[in-house]
C-alpha cells in the first residue's frame, strides 16, 4: 500500500488530492496549522489517514511527518503544497516588510526543500515522486504578488535542480490554476470569487504525474489532465 506526505492537507487542494488518493487505498499523512480544519479533514478522510498537527516551518514538525510515513513502511510521494501568501493585504516590493519577506520564504522554500532533505532515502527506496505546488505567480509579474511570487520563483528553480541531481526519482512543479480557496479569497478580499473552479479541479491532472510515467518537469495540472484523459 503506498503512502503520501500532503502538507497542507486539511483544506483546498491539500485536502482535495488526500481525498482522491485514499479513495485509491493509499496511506496520505496530512498536516494543518488550524487544529479544526485538521480534525475534520481527518474525521472524513478515514483510517488510511494520518494527521499531524504544525507548521511545516518547525523542524520538530516536519520530523513528524516523516516519522509518521515511516511508520507505514515506505513513502512514495511527497507533496509540498502548503503555502503563505505573505503579508496580507499584499504589499508593494517598495513597502514590503523585510521580516514578511523572510517568513513567506520560509514556508514556501525553505519548508519544502527542509521536508525534501527529510524524505529523499524514504522516497529513492520506492521510486517515488515529489510535487511542488507552484503558481502562475512565479513566472509572471503581477502587482502586489512580489512576496509570494519570487518565492514560487525561488520553489521552482529548486525544483529543477532537485530533478537534475535525483534522477532517479520523479520531481514535478505544478500549477495548478486559480482556484476558490480560502488562500485565493485571502489575496483578493471583498471579492467574489465563485468563477473560480473548486480544487477539485486540478486533482486529475495531479493525479496523472503521481501514477504516470511522466518526466520530471513543470506542468500545469488542467493541461496534463486533458492530454492524461
Not at 19 to 45: F, K, M, N, Y
Not at 60 to 73: C, F, N
Amino acid at each position: 500500500m503506498a503512502t503520501a506526505i500532503v502538507t497542507g492537507g486539511s483544506k483546498g487542494l491539500g485536502l482535495a488530492l488526500s481525498r482522491a488518493l485514499t479513495q485509491l487505498g493509499w496511506h496520505v499523512v496530512i498536516d494543518g496549522r488550524d487544529p479544526d480544519a485538521l480534525r475534520r479533514a481527518a474525521e472524513e478522510l478515514g483510517e488510511l489517514v494520518v494527521a499531524v498537527g504544525g507548521d511545516v516551518t518547525d523542524p520538530a514538525h516536519r520530523q513528524a511527518l516523516v516519522d509518521a510515513a515511516r511508520a507505514t513502511g515506505r513513502l512514495d510521494l511527497l507533496v509540498n503544497n502548503a503555502s503563505t501568501l505573505g503579508p496580507l493585504p499584499m504589499p508593494a516590493l517598495d513597502s514590503y516588510p523585510l521580516d514578511g519577506w523572510r517568513d513567506t520564504f520560509e514556508t514556501d522554500v525553505v519548508a519544502p526543500l527542509a521536508l525534501t532533505q527529510l524524505s529523499l532515502d524514504l522516497l529513492r527506496a520506492a521510486e517515488g515522486r515529489i510535487v511542488n505546488v507552484t503558481s502562475d505567480a512565479g513566472v509572471e509579474g503581477y502587482e502586489g504578488w512580489g512576496g509570494y511570487g519570487s518565492a514560487k520563483a525561488a520553489l521552482e528553480q529548486l525544483s529543477r535542480v532537485l530533478a537534475a541531481e535525483h534522477p532517479e526519482i520523479g520531481v514535478y512543479w505544478v500549477d495548478p490554476g486559480d482556484m476558490r480557496t480560502e488562500m485565493h479569497q485571502d489575496a483578493f478580499p471583498g471579492e467574489d470569487i465563485s468563477d473560480r473552479p473548486l480544487p477539485e479541479t486540478s486533482v486529475p491532472g495531479l493525479l496523472a504525474l503521481v501514477l504516470g510515467d511522466y518526466p520530471s518537469g513543470r506542468y500545469l495540472a488542467r493541461e496534463i489532465a486533458t492530454v492524461a484523459s
